[in-house]
């Protein structure tokens, strides 16, 4: 089995800071690329970064140059830096992998709960 869980979400007041870790864990032969969505009540899911096994990494508009997001590969973990949070950023936060399983020749995805996250103006 594999898991993905998040933390490190909460209330924050605007202009404030959070930092989630997710950590996957389980039968992992290998973790490719990782990354960060989230999704609003009433809206769609959508990604807000994401980082490749070779550490390239792609940010959605609304979060470029606030968030970053990095990996420790040994760790099997993906951070996600959330600087100069606003309240249009109040959203679940999930976590998304793409794995190879140990004694599996294909590749996975996989998506953690989700850790909420909420900004206060």
């Known amino acids: 089995q594999v898991q993905l869980v998040e933390s490190g979400g909460g209330l924050v007041q605007a202009g404030g800071s959070l930092r989630l870790s997710c950590v996957a864990s389980?039968?992992?032969?290998?973790?490719?690329?990782m990354g960060w969505y989230r999704q609003a009540p009433g809206k769609q899911r959508e990604s807000v970064a994401t980082?490749?096994?070779?550490?390239?990494?792609n940010y959605g508009d609304s979060v470029k140059g606030r968030f970053t997001i990095s990996r420790d590969v040994a760790k099997n973990t993906v951070y996600l830096e959330m600087n100069s949070l606003n309240v249009e950023d109040t959203s679940v936060y999930y976590c998304?992998?793409?794995?190879?399983?140990?004694?599996?020749?294909?590749?996975?995805?996989?998506w953690g709960q989700g850790t909420q996250v909420t900004v206060s103006s």
């Open positions: 998304n992998a793409f794995l190879v399983r140990r004694f599996s020749t294909g590749e996975s995805q996989y």
């Open positions: 389980g039968s992992i032969f290998k973790v490719n690329a």
């Open positions: 980082i490749t096994s070779g550490d390239s990494t």
